[in-house]
């Protein structure tokens, strides 16, 4: 359904302007003051007449003085006008506060040109309404279309500012399992600046003008002819693990982008050839994430378990 479900009212909020903000300017101390919202939007808000001082309407860059009332009142509003759709999605923990799904294989993040709908922000839509308020539904990160695992949504503005932030600052762990072409004797790390592909839009490429992009991997499982792999970003650039694993002449099986062909390891089994000409997607899988509650301040960890088409494809290779 395309109708807007109408705004959740919220209360005002009020804090006292302490020693600690005396002399700054009313954006500066409601950034400290009211840390559930960025400062880009609190000023929006300043200079839209939801916030007072003292009962007055504030300016954003007047000064506050210690003793001074600031009343807040937040303004949800609708961010997109995606449809919501009845798409069904794999929950790996909820509260009011996170949402944590296990997206699969196939299923894009947010509506694009080619993709104008049966994306998980319709599906998101679609599980709870309210979603509508925050930027892109709550999504902070994404995954590719054909990359499956774990993936957080915010379900509310204090929540999705915590994780936007925790996100910036490199707190949020991701680790992902990666089957690869060839065997790899030790793990390592991969610390090569990656950027567009100047001469293909679809693809990224390490360049040396590019941004810094560093991914660690060590061996999970060695295979005849090939290597399971646990990857964990410190950064998150697009494609970057398929990127960075493609650099050192690993490429990702099935992978259309970066996985260098397809491979058919000497003396392999006609079940095992048929199952990698079948496997048409990158075998990459967000397994783990651990990030702190927004709310409670405690470590969450969830992981997805492997899909079946790349338990099925481990199995194959693990037959011969």
């Known amino acids: 359904m395309s ?189 090569k600046p990656i950027d567009r592909n100047p001469y293909d839009r679809l693809r990224q490429a390490v360049r040396e003008d590019g941004k810094e992009a560093v991914t660690h991997y060590r061996v999970a499982e060695r295979l005849k002819n090939f290597t399971l792999l646990e990857c964990q970003l410190e950064t998150g650039r697009t494609h970057q693990i398929r990127v960075h694993l493609a650099s050192i002449r690993h490429g990702i099986v099935g992978d259309p982008l970066y996985g260098l062909g397809l491979k058919l390891p000497k003396g392999a089994s006609p079940e095992l050839i048929a199952t990698l000409r079948a496997f048409k997607r990158q075998a990459l899988h967000a397994a783990k994430l651990e990030f702190e509650h927004p709310k409670t301040h405690k470590l969450v960890s969830v992981e997805a378990p492997l899909p079946a088409d790349f338990q099925a494809l481990l199995a194959a290779i693990r037959a011969g």
């Open 3 to 191: 109708s807007a479900t109408p705004p959740t009212e919220i209360q005002p909020q009020t804090r006292v302007v302490s020693d600690a903000e005396h002399g700054l300017r009313l954006d500066q101390a409601m950034a400290e003051l009211f840390p559930d919202y960025s400062r880009s939007r609190l000023t929006a808000w300043i200079k839209s007449g939801r916030a007072t001082l003292d009962g007055v309407e504030g300016k954003p860059k007047q000064s506050v003085t210690t003793g001074q009332r600031i009343t807040l009142i937040p303004e949800p509003e609708a961010q997109t006008d995606a449809l919501a759709e009845s798409i069904a999605l794999d929950v790996v923990f909820e509260d009011n506060h996170v949402l944590v799904i296990n997206k699969p294989a196939g299923l894009v993040v947010h509506p694009g040109a080619g993709n104008p709908g049966g994306t998980l922000m319709n599906a998101l839509l679609h599980h709870d309404p309210k979603l509508r308020e925050l930027p892109r539904a709550g999504i902070v990160h994404r995954l590719d279309k054909e990359t499956s695992g774990c993936l957080v949504i915010a379900k509310n503005l204090p929540a999705h500012t915590s994780l936007v932030s925790q996100l910036a600052e490199r707190e949020i762990s991701r680790r992902y399992q990666a089957l690869v072409y060839g065997e790899i004797i030790a793990g390592g790390r991969i610390d």
